[in-house]
């Protein structure tokens, strides 16, 4: 079964559906005056991509496999191939850089043409970058060039079908280049929901999930990405993988974690066999104030700890709270609006209201002031919103951007204090450094920053020196480099320090064993 619809392409220098980009309204500009001052940064138009580099020989190599239309030359299709969405991908590509376009796109359909491709790679030494929707923001779409004849996209849009379903098992097994909603349109018809919902969600691919082991906003429910994992095919230089055949087993270790959080450098992912969930008849999502940051994180903590996680749960710092609230007085009724919580819930009436009721107690214990469903319905309703606000402030002068990490419950205050102050330092004292916690676990959290600041001469060089400064900090700290956003190459400098001498040396055993030659998205992920 495939779907019905295909998501929109995304714009080569913007995020997601060109119609839906975001125009900010007189009052919002004359907020970001105030606050930084407005520039009109536009975006360069009219740049193409370099010419194409492979040859016609190679090219006819390629379209024997894969059909001649589905090998593709033009400036626009590699265009909007060319790196993904973080701010620094989208400032070179505004200012007219499309330097790292591939030389081609091409659209294998099945494991079988994927496995042929990556033959006829190795043979002439061609770099393959797997593509599936395109929303990498740790530049881990873009290949190293040197010692190879060309770069191809490897894009998966082709395949998009819903290979089987036991609903018995509760399992369904996906091919990589459904995006999320036709995923999700596909399960609705036989009653399931994968519950994968990353603010990446409506462009981001079912592959692309896989290999960067993603985790989505109702992680609290439904789990990571790689958790609902329980099978998996893949196609490498040097063979297939088929890995699952049952719901655990201690086979030695799991070999699925190695594709799984690969990001394209070991093989490419054509199918997983993942956990579905019956879809929730009852979905609410409601608020709550805590009065510090701290307190709020605690409550997670004691729901984490006590087995009762609500389906969703996110909570805003005090600075980000202030931020999103344009009427203070929506959050308890005072000028102080503290730190706001959002819970959610999705079941059958009967779960919800009987999950409901027991989060409400234990909040409710510890401090927190319920909100009604006020403030979790606008953020359901903006939940995927925020990068199209990025690109607008962008175009107005605003460097806008995102990290992330994780870290143990103990040492959460220190992190969100050192990552913020390393931040503040590094931009100035004009910029704002906002965090919420996006996901919890037992035994710790993970801290989700965005800042915004005034775009200096030299707005990638900016973001680049605080980056380096924040990840700096994190790595003091002894957190991860990175929960849920991959490492591809702009982590990989800290990656070495979290995993160690003999880590690295495993990674790059792996990728010797599986791709010989390194045609496999080479200069990702492995230090």
């Given at each position: 079964m495939t779907p019905e619809t295909y998501a929109t392409e995304m714009h080569s220098q913007r995020w997601g559906d060109p119609a839906a980009a975001t125009v900010l309204p007189d009052s919002a500009l004359?907020?970001?005056?105030?606050?930084?001052?407005?520039?009109?940064?536009?975006?360069?138009?009219?740049?193409?991509?370099?010419?194409?580099?492979?040859?016609?020989?190679?090219l006819d190599g390629l379209r024997?496999?894969?059909?001649?239309?589905?090998?593709?030359?033009?400036?626009?299709?590699?265009?909007?191939?060319?790196?993904?969405?973080?701010?620094?991908?989208?400032?070179?590509?505004?200012?007219?850089?499309?330097?790292?376009?591939?030389?081609?796109?091409?659209?294998?359909?099945?494991?079988?043409?994927?496995?042929a491709v990556l033959a006829w790679a190795a043979e002439h030494r061609v770099a393959v970058v797997p593509f599936g929707g395109g929303t990498c923001v740790t530049g881990g779409l873009v290949a190293?060039?040197?010692?190879?004849?060309?770069?191809?996209?490897?894009?998966?849009?082709?395949?998009?079908?819903?290979?089987?379903?036991?609903?018995?098992?509760?399992?369904?097994?996906l091919q990589p280049g459904l995006r999320g909603p036709e995923a999700e349109a596909l399960l609705a018809a036989h009653g399931l929901t994968l519950g994968h919902h990353p603010q990446s969600f409506e462009h981001a691919s079912i592959g692309g999930f896989a290999a960067t082991r993603s985790s989505g906003q109702s992680s609290a429910g439904y789990g990571r990405f790689d958790a609902m994992v329980v099978g998996l095919t893949a196609a490498t230089p040097t063979g297939s993988l088929d890995l699952g055949s049952s719901p655990a087993n201690a086979a030695g270790p799991d070999l699925r974690q190695l594709l799984l959080g690969?990001?394209?450098?070991?093989?490419?992912?054509?199918?997983?066999?993942?956990?579905?969930?019956?879809?929730?008849?009852?979905?609410?999502?409601?608020?709550?104030?805590w009065p510090s940051f701290d307190s709020g994180a605690d409550a997670m903590r004691a729901l984490a700890q006590s087995g009762l996680l609500p389906t969703v749960l996110r909570l805003s710092d005090e600075n980000e709270t202030a931020i999103n609230l344009a009427d203070p007085s929506s959050i308890g009724g005072t000028d102080d609006p503290g730190c706001l919580m959002i819970t959610g819930y999705e079941g059958t009436?009967?779960?919800?209201?009987?999950?409901?009721?027991?989060?409400?107690?234990?909040?409710?214990?510890?401090?927190?002031?319920?909100?009604?469903?006020?403030?979790?319905?606008?953020?359901?309703?903006?939940r995927y919103g925020a990068p199209y606000l990025r690109d607008a402030l962008l175009d107005h002068g605003v460097l806008v951007e995102?990290?992330?990490?994780?870290?143990?419950?103990?040492?959460?205050?220190?992190?969100?204090?050192?990552?913020?102050?390393a931040l503040q330092a590094s931009l100035g004292d004009?910029?704002?450094?906002?965090?919420?916690?996006?996901?919890?676990?037992?035994?710790?959290?993970?801290?989700?920053?965005?800042?915004?600041?005034r775009q200096g001469d030299d707005p990638l060089a900016q973001w680049?020196?605080?980056?380096?400064?924040?990840?700096?900090?994190?790595?003091?700290?002894?957190?991860?480099?990175?929960?849920?956003?991959?490492v591809g190459t702009d982590h990989k400098p800290w990656l070495a320090h979290e995993i160690g001498e003999v880590g690295v040396r495993l990674l790059r055993a792996v990728k010797a064993e599986l791709d010989p030659v390194g045609v496999l998205n080479p200069g990702v992920l492995i230090p």
């Open positions: 004359r907020l970001v005056d105030l606050a930084f001052g407005l520039q009109e940064r536009p975006a360069v138009t009219g740049a193409t991509p370099p010419p194409v580099g492979l040859d016609d020989g190679l024997a496999v894969v059909g001649a239309d589905h090998v593709l030359v033009d400036d626009a299709t590699r265009a909007v191939r060319t790196r993904g969405k973080s701010t620094p991908d989208l400032l070179r590509a505004r200012a007219g850089d499309l330097g790292d376009a591939p030389d081609a796109v091409v659209r294998p359909d099945g494991h079988g043409e994927v496995a190293r060039r040197d010692g190879f004849a060309g770069v191809v996209s490897l894009d998966l849009v082709r395949m998009k079908r819903l290979l089987a379903v036991d609903d018995v098992s509760m399992t369904a097994t690969s990001e394209g450098a070991f093989g490419v992912i054509t199918s997983v066999t993942v956990r579905v969930r019956r879809a929730p008849a009852v979905a609410t999502y409601e608020g709550w104030r009436a009967e779960q919800v209201d009987a999950r409901r009721a027991a989060v409400t107690t234990v909040l409710e214990r510890l401090g927190g002031t319920p909100l009604g469903a006020g403030p979790g319905e606008r953020w359901v309703h903006g995102t990290l992330e990490t994780a870290t143990f419950w103990s040492d959460r205050s220190r992190l969100h204090a050192d990552v913020r102050a004009g910029a704002l450094v906002l965090c919420h916690v996006s996901h919890v676990y037992e035994t710790g959290c993970s801290l989700y920053f965005t800042v915004a600041a680049q020196a605080a980056k380096a400064a924040a990840s700096d900090a994190i790595v003091a700290a002894g957190a991860t480099i990175t929960h849920h956003h991959a």
